[in-house]
């Protein structure tokens, strides 16, 4: 037997991919001309499937702090946190995240990902149960997995069904933690945080939010979606990521907890990994600025998500959700989507080809990110590209709504 055997299923699924046209998992990125306009397969690409929501990668103030650390503090700290990894721009970072979330204390990760799985395995162990959105992002899936806890499911938004969980699982000696999202990166859906945070406080249990994709984009402030529903009193825990609104790498997470800082010398993900390099973290500081100084940025991807998925609506596409950062598209079937994706590729326009067992519910997405970065040009030609596949599906005969 082969060590690579158990990957049977996966690589015929794989090859079949391929066999259809581009490599979705290995697609390069050839060369950039701001947040929003790529060379892909050698052909000038909109890119609608970044993350990049306020298209700050290119941020002219950005690139000039992240300039500017790398010729003072070097190219990486080549360390921990805990050993020789924690220089001035990691404190001074955290100290801005925590102000600009309205909290006592934040923390910074090497990773969105490493965020949620040092906060959730160090909050949470083998005496605890963790109540989690079953549409749960993988670092919440594996940071459940490393905490040792007793892991419980609830429905996708479903505050009732909590509730009903909660009921059942009273876990004697130890503590509940609630997960849930602000925005559910797939379907691109909030969360009905009021309810939950209601049902977790008749509980007395505690609660984490991922604000990965909210951060920045909503609430007054640009805080998430707790902001925005003014329910950040109730939350416990926020954690977010630096790759998304913020333009670089990098996690956080904030607390009011008075304790919160324990995690330093308890989580392992933030204790055995090398600690965010400088010029990151100056990027970051910058991006944060930016956020602060300029609302407009907030204003314009709004702006824009309303004018992609109102043309989206009007060419017959199912869309997901209601306009927000994410609009995806739900197709009939996997071998339509992938014919879709790969002729907005050729069309010259990259979105994210997302397909069972990664989307929620079995369905077939593509799955388009907004920027506030994407010019009105530049939305006109995505639209007229989204037209020409409208009717290319069309005469394939392949319904382009999805039930
Ligand atoms: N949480 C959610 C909800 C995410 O979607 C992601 C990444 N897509 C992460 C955490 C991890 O963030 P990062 O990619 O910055 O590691």
Same mark, same amino acid.
């Given at each position: ?27 390069? $990125? ?130 009732? /069904? ?47 939010? /991922? ?26 825990? $926020? ?165």
């Amino acid at each position: 037997m082969d060590i690579f055997d158990k990957y049977e299923t996966l690589a015929a699924r794989r090859a079949e991919l391929l066999g259809a046209g581009a490599d979705p998992f290995d697609l390069e $990125i050839e060369e950039l001309f701001g947040p929003c306009e790529a060379t892909i397969r050698g052909r000038r690409t909109i890119l609608l499937g970044t993350n990049n929501y306020l298209g700050l990668t290119f941020d002219p103030a950005c690139i000039e702090a992240g300039c500017a650390a790398l010729r003072r503090f070097g190219t990486g700290t080549t360390g921990s946190r805990i050993a020789n990894g924690t220089y001035g721009g990691h404190k001074a970072l955290e100290a801005e995240i925590a102000a600009f979330m309205g909290r006592r204390a934040a923390i910074v990760f090497t990773t969105g990902y490493q965020a949620n799985l040092a906060t959730i395995a160090g909050l949470a162990g083998p005496k605890d149960t963790i109540f989690v959105d079953s549409d749960w992002h993988a670092s919440i899936f594996d940071g459940c997995r490393l905490s040792g806890a007793t892991v419980v499911r609830f429905r996708h938004n479903d505050p009732d /069904d909590l509730d009903r969980r909660l009921e059942r699982n009273p876990t004697p000696g130890g503590i509940r933690l609630v997960i849930v999202e602000g925005l559910y990166s797939m379907l691109g859906d909030v969360a009905r945080l009021a309810e939950i945070a209601a049902v977790k406080k008749r509980h007395g249990a505690f609660l984490l939010l /991922d604000e990965a994709h909210s951060m920045g984009v909503f609430g007054e402030r640009g805080r998430g979606v707790a902001e925005a529903l003014g329910v950040e009193a109730e939350i416990d825990f $926020i954690v977010g990521t630096f790759s998304k609104s913020l333009g670089a790498i990098g996690g956080f997470a904030v607390s009011d907890h008075p304790r919160f800082e324990l995690l330093r010398v308890a989580a392992r993900p933030y204790m055995f990994t090398a600690s965010p390099g400088p010029a990151t973290i100056a990027t970051v500081r910058a991006a944060l600025a930016q956020i602060v100084a300029r609302p407009e940025l907030r204003a314009r991807i709004w702006a824009n998500a309303e004018r992609i998925h109102a043309g989206l609506a009007a060419l017959n596409f199912a869309l997901a959700a209601p306009p927000g950062p994410i609009l995806s598209i739900r197709l009939p079937d996997e071998r339509t989507t992938v014919f879709a994706w790969n002729r907005l590729l050729e069309l010259g326009v990259y979105v994210n080809l997302a397909l069972p067992p990664g989307t929620p519910g079995g369905v077939c997405l593509l799955r388009c990110s907004v920027s506030a970065a994407h010019t009105d040009a530049q939305i006109d030609t995505v639209l007229e590209r989204f037209a020409t596949l409208a009717a290319e599906l069309q005469r394939l005969a392949a319904p382009i709504a999805a039930e």
